[in-house]
């Protein structure tokens, strides 16, 4: 039935309006090595706008993202294999795949019973060809809806970009729409350089950030590898008020430690734990820890285990859990972070690892401002979803911002698990205590 609902309209490529300088190629640094096996997905939904005719927006949207894709030559390149075996992007600016599709309805009633499965049909994406130069990095579908309202969705490989990438680029594509011309450059350049001599000799190496990317390289679990459980998404709400109170009972400084350690303490119970907690990973920007500016384009998200007491599920669990949960943070600084990049400078893998395919995940995603994203004035997204894909393994928990009109403390967090679990995990009593909303699922 959903299948209906939707009709594909046509597939094209999209190209800049100025050619990429000939012969000009991009390196992937070492983070985004590590992502040659994840994608990510996100989709805008914006209320119906002026233009009533149908392909009006479309067209629009399709001749400012040929000119926005002239300041993002890594966005219409391909990839291609250096002598050393590792990719890069040759910009030869062969352009981004556009999908144009129609939905029945409005998107105020699709938003209403949305579910996991339909919201990826609004979202283009296609695995790597067998001839990867061949292949499109990037994808766009515009969906409109014929009762009112346009999805826009973004994908890409999470090779050459992260969460904050490609949130940075629809908004450079949105403001290239409204203003005719972009707010925020990206900037293109390497990670930070290795310190040389300029290392502390009383330096001790954060051993266990790089103990968590070895174990995660050395891997090969065929169980993360054929995956055949089914996994379905719900995005719970929390309001501001309810936020405050999870800090209050958590002891914690911020929302993100506290939502965090709600989700892993649930998440815990309905995997059966009677002891301890499952293992979890968090993901979180370095940017700043790193002195890059925001509008670096690359990846530059890290992943470091949480560790914890084995007995936590008493009294003081959600306490506890937050407390973990914040000194990880805090061990994550410049140096420990330029002491992973040297080590995996220095250390080469022969199979890409699969980073999120372990651990239960837990992303730091608050600080994107998807919903700065307005191609209109006045039409600010009605909501922003975001996958980081494939989920593998015990699951996956994303931590965002709500739209502004809730307040800065509300929260949005996506969780995916298997079907069973998350039936469970959404009628759960500790989580039922700070009264979400569940938006999907």
Not at 296 to 301: E, I, K, L, V
Not at 318 to 323: H, K, Q, T
Not at 375 to 392: A, D, K, L, N
């Amino acid at each position: 039935m959903t299948s209906e609902m939707i009709t594909y309209i046509c597939k094209r490529t999209v190209v800049s309006t100025k050619p990429a300088q000939a012969g000009k190629c991009n390196p992937l640094s070492v983070f985004d090595r590590l992502m040659e096996k994840n994608h990510i997905r996100i989709v805008y939904y914006f209320p119906s706008t002026r233009n009533g005719e149908p392909g009006v927006v479309t067209k629009k949207l399709r001749e400012s993202l040929s000119h926005v894709l002239t300041c993002f030559p890594i966005v219409t390149g391909r990839l291609q294999k250096k002598d050393d075996g590792h990719w890069m992007i040759k910009c030869n600016d062969a352009g981004v795949r556009m999908v144009e599709a129609r939905a029945q309805g409005s998107v105020e009633e699709w938003l209403k019973n949305v579910n996991r499965d339909k919201e990826l049909m609004l979202v283009t994406w296609e695995d790597m060809f067998h001839k990867p130069y061949f292949w499109a990095t990037f994808y766009v579908q515009l969906t409109e809806f014929e009762e009112g309202g346009l999805a826009i969705g973004f994908s890409c490989s999470h090779l050459p970009a992260d969460p904050t990438s490609a949130t940075m680029f629809v908004k450079a594509w949105a403001d290239t729409t409204l203003a005719g011309t972009m707010l925020a450059p990206p900037f293109f350049h390497p990670l930070p350089p290795p310190r040389l001599g300029n290392k502390n000799p009383n330096h001790n190496p954060y051993t266990d950030l790089i103990n968590h990317y070895k174990s995660t390289i050395d891997d090969r679990s065929p169980a993360f590898t054929n995956n055949i459980t089914n996994y379905v998404t719900a995005t719970l709400a929390f309001s501001g008020p309810m936020v405050q109170a999870c800090m209050l009972d958590t002891s914690s400084p911020s929302p993100f430690e506290a939502m965090a350690g709600l989700l892993w303490v649930c998440v815990s119970k309905v995997k059966g734990m009677k002891q301890g907690l499952v293992s979890m990973s968090i993901c979180l920007d370095m940017r700043k820890q790193l002195g890059l500016d925001k509008g670096f384009f690359g990846n530059c998200m890290v992943y470091n285990k949480v560790h914890h007491a084995e007995s936590l599920l008493d009294k003081s669990e959600l306490s506890e859990a937050a407390r973990a949960i914040g000194e990880s943070v805090t061990r994550m600084n410049n140096e420990g972070i330029m002491d992973l990049i040297e080590w995996l400078e220095h250390h080469d893998y022969e199979f890409p690892p699969l980073m999120n395919g372990h651990d239960l995940i837990c992303a730091n995603l608050e600080d994107l401002d998807p919903y700065a994203t307005l191609f209109e004035e006045g039409f600010v997204p009605s909501r922003v979803s975001y996958y980081v894909e494939p989920v593998f393994g015990i699951g996956q928990i994303l931590v965002l911002q709500s739209p502004p009109s809730e307040g800065p403390l509300s929260r949005m967090v996506t969780v995916t698990l298997p079907a069973d679990e998350l039936s469970k995990l959404c009628d759960d009593d500790l989580i039922l205590r700070f009264n979400p909303t569940i938006l999907m699922g």
